[in-house]
Nanobody, 126 residues
C-alpha cells in the first residue's frame, strides 16, 4: 500500500508559476512510477504528466508540454510538478497517483492507479 500526501497548491495569476509536491510512503515506493492528474469543475479526471521510477522517463499531456515539468527525488520519496506559464484553464484539483505495482509502464488512465493523494486546489486567475 502506498500513501500519498500533497501539500501546496494555491492561487496564482495567469503567467505565474507554482510547484506541487507529493510525499509518498510505503514499502518500496521508490520503485513505483508516478502520475499527476487533474480535474476541473464539471470535467473528467485528466492525465497531466507521469514519471518512471528512476526519473529517466517522463510523459506529458499535450496541453502542458513545455510548461510543466515532473521530477522526483527518491531520497526524499517525493514527486514534484513544476508548473509555469499557468493559464486559467489549468485551474483544477490536482492529484498525484501511484499504480498497484512497481516498475512497468507510465499509465495514462486513472483506473490503472489505485493509490491517490487527497488532491490540492490550483486556481489560476486571469
Amino acid at each position: 500500500q502506498v500513501q500519498l500526501v500533497e501539500p501546496g497548491g494555491g492561487l496564482v495569476q495567469a503567467g505565474g508559476s507554482l510547484r506541487l509536491s507529493c510525499a509518498a510512503s510505503g514499502r518500496t515506493v521508490n520503485l513505483y512510477n508516478m502520475g499527476w492528474f487533474r480535474q476541473a469543475p464539471g470535467k473528467e479526471l485528466d492525465f497531466v504528466p507521469g514519471i518512471n521510477w528512476s526519473g529517466v522517463r517522463t510523459n506529458y499531456a499535450d496541453s502542458v508540454k513545455g510548461r510543466f515539468t515532473i521530477s522526483r527525488d527518491n531520497a526524499k520519496n517525493t514527486v514534484y510538478l513544476q508548473m509555469s506559464s499557468l493559464k486559467p484553464e489549468d485551474t483544477a484539483v490536482y492529484y498525484c497517483a501511484a499504480p498497484s505495482q512497481a516498475f512497468g509502464s507510465i499509465y495514462y488512465n486513472p483506473p490503472e492507479y489505485p493509490n491517490w493523494g487527497q488532491g490540492t486546489q490550483v486556481t489560476v486567475s486571469s
